[in-house]
């Protein structure tokens, strides 16, 4: 039990890291002083969640690790996170569009979750769902906004589609992991989660006025940890390179 | 400061005797320490000095973010990537009011942003310079964010009352700022012999550069006497530049690193310390855009605003659609 909680938690943790850190890659270079503002809060928000969820995970495998050592010590095929959020940023659009078709889909599991059977599950979800409404607002929105803006930001904005649609589909992929999470109770069964995103997604393509892709292939591996893209390491070589580099340092 | 060198109208302080009644008036509440507000009168140096001395605050904070930028995605702990994030993150909010106090002023953010864009206004030199390790997330937030503070808590009190209510909220975010920057320098200067070299090597890369955030001595300055005498810059650059050597010199020696200054000595009859000033022939060359990083930070600046025109114009054209679709329905 406590194997497959602990992998579960990994995966929620690892999503958020993942992510978080890909947003915070855009630091003072948005668009806009609003739009750099906004993309810090919701970097901050995903940092802060990642430590609450790893630091759970750490405590559930009962080896001593905590939230730092998990994100900083592993390495790729530890990585639990969906291959959707290890995309790199691309243009505004693209990032906005990640985040989009994440947020949809988080603010549903964290839904979810406040419902767990696992009381610290469940209170993590509670106070990660505050944030996670702000971010899936702003992001319909921002997605609504260009979508439906000019001819320019439409095309950009549908290529961000097409491009990262693909990676829509392992969201709702079940395995053993989430079998387990599923009978006892601590986690939803993935695929109860797709019709309510299917329906979301679609209303505010048709407010943007984009095309959802008629395939629907999904790659697959990341929150199994099988194969991840290749971006993930170049990320890693960053994210942990101060403390692989000082291994006996605190900071 | 992160207002350096700026020029005032520079035709020396008149007497109250010389003013018109208008003028008269608008000195005297200033000298009995009134605030002026955006719809009162006031002398055309007065707003010409304010608008350079602000948009100038403003862009240091905007582009002073690069620099910190540069490390959040190599930042060694999780806590440690939050804070330096949430810090970035205060310095465009505090680039965003001091932007909204100079648009009192009856300038606009675009306009001001174009000028930082093509050279035409400057921001501080301090952030020309690199940071190359950790340990320079401490010495900005110590040393940078130390001689912002010395300058900007007297600035609260400053005659521009929108300037002055902008520096309070910014003051206060600034004094963390400080802080934390201290703890990073505290860790690294009690960790591992490499943390230790860091944090000296940070040290004395910005040790001179902070001491040339105060500007070079401006004691027989016409344009700081105007400044002064209208209460927007409030103490000279040599009393800031000491107190901040002041309040630095035991703190250096609390962490047990040397300040790289070899004449640095504690003067009992002054009651100061006495050291010696920074190279200035290398602060006119960061000054004239030859500082190690100047070209890198308009680079990056220009390629945010460039790459983020298709995203200012999308959102315009998607509100002008709405407010379009709103008055057809009424």
Redo the contacts between chains.
């Keep these: 039990m406590s194997d497959t909680l602990f992998e579960f938690l990994c995966r929620m943790g690892d999503n958020t ?1 993942v992510l978080g ?1 890909r947003v ?2 855009w ?11 906004a993309l ?2 919701t ?2 928000d995903l ?2 969640q ?2 609450l969820w790893l630091d759970l995970a750490g405590e559930v495998e009962g080896a001593g690790r905590d ?2 050592k998990l ?2 010590h592993r390495d790729v095929w530890d990585f639990r996170n969906l291959l959707l959020v290890e995309q790199p940023n691309g ?3 693209q990032t906005m569009m990640r985040q989009f078709l994440f947020d949809a889909w988080h603010l549903s599991q964290l839904t979810s979750l406040m419902d767990s059977s696992n009381a610290q599950v469940a209170a993590i979800a509670e106070k990660s769902s505050k944030e996670v409404t702000y971010h899936l607002e702003r992001a319909t929105d ?1 997605v ?3 979508g ?3 001819e ?3 095309a ?1 904005m549908q290529a961000a589609l097409n491009r990262l649609w693909p990676y829509v589909g392992e969201m709702f992929i079940s395995d053993d992991v989430d079998t387990a999470m599923i009978e006892t109770g601590i986690a939803p069964d993935p695929a109860s989660l797709r019709p309510a995103y299917d329906a979301l997604v679609a209303d505010v393509f048709r407010a943007a006025t984009l095309e959802k892709p008629q395939d629907d292939f999904a790659h697959k591996g990341g929150k199994s940890g099988k194969r991840h893209s290749e971006h993930l390491g170049h990320m890693l070589t ?2 942990q ?3 692989r580099a ?1 291994p ?4 | 400061m992160y207002a350096q060198m700026i020029k005032s109208t520079g035709e020396g302080v008149k007497s109250l005797e010389d003013m018109e009644p208008q003028e008269r008036a608008f000195q005297e509440r200033i000298n009995a320490g009134g605030k002026i507000e955006p719809k009162d009168w006031m002398p055309d140096g007065y707003r010409k000095n304010l608008i350079r001395q602000i948009g100038q605050h403003a862009h240091s904070e905007i582009v002073g973010q690069l620099p910190e930028g540069n490390w959040i995605t190599r930042a060694p702990t999780l806590e440690r990537k939050a804070i330096l994030l949430a810090k970035v993150q205060d310095e465009a909010g505090h680039g965003l009011y001091l932007y909204c106090a100079a648009e009192t002023l009856g300038v606009s953010r675009d306009q001001l942003t174009r000028d930082l864009l093509s050279g035409k206004m400057k921001y501080s030199s301090i952030f020309n310079y690199p940071t190359l390790t950790w340990a320079d997330m401490g010495a900005v937030g110590w040393l940078v964010d130390g001689a912002a503070i010395m300058n900007q808590v007297p600035l609260q009190r400053t005659s521009y009352g929108p300037y002055a209510r902008a520096m309070v909220r910014i003051c206060k975010e600034e004094s963390f700022h400080q802080r934390q920057g201290f703890d990073i320098m505290m860790k690294m200067a009690k960790g591992t012999d490499a943390q230790k070299k860091m944090a000296q090597d940070a040290l004395n890369r910005f040790w001179g550069p902070a001491l040339m955030m105060f500007g070079p001595s401006d004691e027989n300055s016409v344009h700081s006497a105007q400044s002064m005498a209208w209460k927007i810059k409030m103490n000279s650059n040599d009393e800031l530049r000491q107190k901040f050597v002041d309040e630095c010199v035991p703190q250096a020696q609390y962490l047990g690193l040397t300040v790289p200054d070899p004449e640095l000595k504690w003067n009992e009859e002054r009651g100061h310390y006495d050291f010696t000033q920074p190279d200035w022939d290398e602060f006119f060359d960061v000054l004239m855009g030859n500082g190690p990083c100047n070209t890198e930070r308009l680079e990056a600046r220009n390629k945010a605003w460039d790459d983020g025109a298709w995203v200012r114009d999308g959102l315009m054209a998607h509100a002008a659609k709405k407010r379009a679709a709103k008055l057809a329905a009424e």
């Design positions: 890291l850190h915070s890659e630091c003072s270079h948005a668009p806009v002083l609003e739009e750099d503002i810090a809060n970097a901050l940092i802060g990642t430590t939230a730092d994100a900083f243009d505004f659009g921002t609504i906004g260009l439906d803006g000019t320019e930001s439409h950009r960053q994210m390179w101060l403390q000082y006996d340092a605190t900071w």
